[in-house]
């Protein structure tokens, strides 16, 4: 069985910055394309950041420039790091990892960001 542990979220103010990490076990991580995901309240679960197997990323618009997604096969995690952080990207962010027949969420991390 997959487990997936997302952790490194916390309080910061605008401006400032985090890295969170995707710690997975269980499987051969380097198989999956991970996806980092966010959920604000009282929103839907939006794509934030997204990595291949092979290392190829991509981003949504509202955070490109200011989030990187990289990955550490040999350590099975995930990170995203967050620069200039805004309110708005205060949400819970949650880990996905995925491959054409399979996926596996962890329990998310809170970021919240506020003077």
């Known amino acids: 069985q997959v487990h997936v542990v997302e952790s490194g979220g916390g309080l910061v103010q605008p401006g400032g910055s985090l890295r969170l990490s995707c710690a997975a076990s269980?499987?051969?991580?380097?198989?999956?394309?991970i996806g980092w995901y966010r959920q604000a309240p009282g929103k839907q679960r939006e794509l934030v950041a997204f990595?291949?197997?092979?290392?190829?990323?991509n981003y949504a618009d509202s955070v490109k420039g200011r989030f990187t997604i990289s990955r550490d096969n040999a350590k099975s995690t995930v990170y995203l790091q967050m620069n200039t952080l805004k309110p708005e990207d205060t949400a819970v962010y949650y880990c996905?990892?995925?491959?054409?027949?399979?996926?596996?969420w962890g329990q998310g991390t809170q970021v919240t960001v506020s003077s």
């Open positions: 996905r990892l995925a491959t054409s027949n399979e996926e596996h």
């Open positions: 269980g499987s051969i991580f380097s198989i999956y394309a």
């Open positions: 990595i291949t197997s092979g290392g190829s990323t």
